[in-house]
């Protein structure tokens, strides 16, 4: 039922207004209401002020007054008669303000990708939110969702920006290092699986999962049967997994379709110790370290993780040189989600990706941390985590079955990611949605099995209702082109043409060259300086090539990459 349009009300200064039953403003002086609020504003720089349902406006005129350059306005209405009456009623110097936007929406998604191609990624520090009228009273569940969203995505944003600071270096090195790997790593799109696929993580609630799994199956909870969970030529499902959670699985036998790789260090090697024979796939992102290659005697595929935007990506995809690109989702368990949609057209169903632990068990038993603290228990050392549990930002939160446990910033912040970029993957198909039979070919597949973890917005599943989805027909097999490796001289001339480019910025700024085409030179390598603390800041932008300080940091930086483009070049003789 649609309500009666909005009613302007005469009030001592300005207009009130009566919408479903109730007045959304002052029915004395709406005016100076707004202007009072207003006023006891204290505006900052690089914020962006949240007004939800602003109705006539009052007080916006004060609010953009003193506003920084830095600063903006973002309106938003989510019902459409009151959008329409303040299209009509807010005054054209307002509306047409260079820095305020006043739109309608209801996906908070949306808003946040409006933002973003509006004023640019990193363009806020922080979210104020300003209510200069009740009209947010309404709604308030969606307009608070709207305030959730935009923060955390301020947030993320700004830790995408400090991990690019602190691990940029490294994506970028390892990167120019593995060009090597192009004409004899095939892009993990060559890979499909033809039925459904689980994917496991190395939470805590792995090893009961598994063990329901495995009794599904016929097998014992602890010891799988050789005709169980073990054998992937009687197991009607494919096993996508992260890195960290080999061990667990080589101690059950339960042998996986493709592990996949996204750490950059050294620190996670510790995870294939003692199952270098094992033969397993390996999918690893182009940024990771070099090391993996080959690791498990399987074959290597190759994926392009997007953390930032350096034009190298650019020129390898214009060389159809690029492998699969995904998006930058800073966690392996969440690329191994992102890989299992991609590769396949069937259920997809997660477990282990818990984002949360106990004072007891922070992994799945027999992974590397799991084993080192059991390592480590002496007199003085428990085996409770303590210091996860007590540390500073830990907080007590409820699984999905309901128990009580416990997680920190960072985690949560992967579990929210986990939800925007899948939450629509585990809803229902919906008509209209995009493809050629009018739904979306991934809504309705991504499931998660019950157990410690956080919820991550897709349905949740018992054991044997997982055990049903694995079992499940999956659809036919669409046509899919199997793209081939690439011509090893195509490689090697990308290669050393991506090096000279290098020896010339060098000689550039040694003063052997003119300095005539510095700038492009400069964007040309722009992996050299994309991890600077001031252009990882401002997604991308570097200072001009008349400071000297930053191309002195340039300089320092050339010497490594060249050895590393050297290390590329013999990786294709191997």
């Not at 997660?350 to 004072?359: A, E, K, M």
């Not at 830990?394 to 309901?402: C, L, M, V």
Request: hydrophobic share 40%; proline share 7%; glycine share 8%.
């Amino acid at each position: 039922m649609v309500p009666d349009p909005p009613c302007r009300i005469p009030c001592r200064r300005g207009f009130s207004v009566s919408y479903m039953g109730r007045f959304l403003l002052s029915r004395v002086d709406p005016v100076a209401q707004g202007e009072k609020l207003a006023q006891a504003l204290t505006v900052r720089g690089r914020t962006l002020y949240y007004c939800p349902s602003p109705l006539f406006g009052y007080g916006l005129n004060l609010i953009l007054d003193k506003l920084p350059a830095d600063s903006a306005v973002l309106c938003i209405e989510t019902d459409e008669q009151l959008y329409g009456f303040s299209l009509g009623n807010i005054g054209g110097d307002i509306l047409n303000h260079p820095r305020l936007r006043f739109v309608r929406m209801n996906d908070p998604a949306t808003l946040c990708a409006y933002v973003e191609d509006t004023w640019g990624k990193r363009a806020f520090r922080r979210l104020e939110t300003v209510k200069l009228s009740g009209g947010w009273r309404l709604f308030p569940q969606i307009y608070d969702a709207f305030a959730g969203a935009l923060e955390r995505n301020i947030v993320t944003e700004w830790g995408n920006a400090m991990t690019i600071i602190r691990l940029g270096r490294r994506y970028s090195r390892n990167t120019i290092r593995n060009l090597g790997l192009l004409s004899g790593a095939r892009s993990v799109r060559a890979l499909f699986f033809d039925k459904p696929v689980l994917v496991l993580g190395a939470g805590p609630s792995l090893d009961p999962a598994l063990d329901a799994l495995a009794a599904c199956f016929g097998g014992a909870p602890n010891k799988p049967r050789a005709d169980g969970l073990s054998l992937p030529s009687l197991r009607p499902f494919a096993i996508i997994c992260v890195d960290t959670c080999l061990p667990s699985l080589y101690e059950r036998n339960v042998r996986p379709d493709l592990v996949v790789v996204l750490e950059s260090q050294l620190w996670n090697l510790r995870d294939f110790i003692g199952l270098g024979r094992w033969n397993i796939p390996l999918a690893m992102d182009i940024s990771s370290l070099n090391a993996h290659r080959n690791i498990l005697g399987g074959e290597t595929y190759l994926f392009t993780s997007l953390w930032s935007r350096p034009s190298l990506f650019e020129r390898l995809n214009a060389a159809l040189l690029l492998p699969a690109p995904i998006p930058p989702l800073g966690s392996v368990g969440l690329c191994a989600a992102a890989l299992a949609l991609e590769l396949s057209a069937a259920q997809v169903v997660t477990c282990g990706l818990d984002f949360s632990f106990s004072p007891d068990s922070f992994h799945a038993r027999s992974s590397p941390g799991h084993l080192e603290k059991l390592r480590r228990q002496n007199r003085f050392r428990s085996l409770l985590n303590g210091e996860a549990v007590f540390r500073k930002g830990t907080f007590k939160t409820r699984a999905k079955n309901g128990e009580q446990v416990y997680s920190n910033p960072g985690l949560k912040s992967y579990r929210d990611l986990f939800e925007q970029e899948f939450a629509r993957n585990g809803s229902p198909a919906r008509e209209g949605s995009g493809t050629e039979q009018g739904k979306d070919s991934r809504a309705g597949r991504l499931f998660d099995i019950t157990g410690t973890g956080l919820p991550l917005g897709i349905p949740v599943l018992s054991p044997e209702e997982a055990f049903a989805v694995l079992t499940s027909d999956a659809p036919a097999r669409p046509a899919r082109p199997v793209p081939a490796l690439p011509d090893k001289a195509l490689v090697r001339g990308f290669i050393k043409s991506e090096r000279e480019k290098l020896a010339m910025l060098k000689e550039t700024l040694a003063g052997a060259r003119p300095s005539a085409n510095l700038e492009e030179l400069l964007d040309y390598c722009s992996y050299l300086w994309l991890y600077f603390p001031e252009c990882a800041g401002t997604n991308g932008t570097r200072p001009s090539a008349q400071n000297i300080s930053f191309l002195k940091r340039v300089r320092t930086e050339i010497d490594p990459f060249l050895r590393d483009f050297d290390t590329g070049l013999l990786e294709l003789e191997e």
